[in-house]
């Protein structure tokens, strides 16, 4: 099993800035994909960016060039540095571990962008 915990998030005006932060713990393996993905009430959840174990990121169209995805394999955490952040921005986000064809999920931490 392993166990994810977001952080990080909370209430920024728009042009503001946060990172949010997923730790992983327990049986952790070194080849792995991590994403963030957020959902807005009333939407479906959608991918936001990810990164592979070989560093590899991929990002939605409409973050790209405003989030940044990152990882400290030693930490066993995974960021997401979010920049000129915009109320749509504004979502539950949920961190994703896959390993071994297996999905975990975080319990999520809202960010809220208004004025």
């Known amino acids: 099993q392993v166990q994810l915990v977001e952080s990080g998030g909370g209430l920024v005006q728009p042009g503001g800035s946060l990172r949010l932060s997923c730790a992983a713990s327990g049986s952790i393996r070194v080849s792995y994909v991590m994403a963030w993905y957020r959902q807005a009430p009333g939407k479906q959840r959608e991918l936001v960016a990810s990164i592979s174990s070989s560093g590899n990121t991929n990002y939605a169209d409409s973050v790209k060039g405003r989030f940044t995805i990152s990882r400290d394999n030693a930490k066993k955490t995974v960021y997401l540095q979010m920049n000129s952040l915009k109320p749509e921005d504004t979502a539950v986000y949920y961190c994703?571990?896959?390993?071994?064809?297996?999905?975990?999920w975080g319990q999520g931490t809202q960010v809220t962008v208004s004025s």
């Open positions: 994703k571990r896959v390993q071994l064809g297996n999905s975990y």
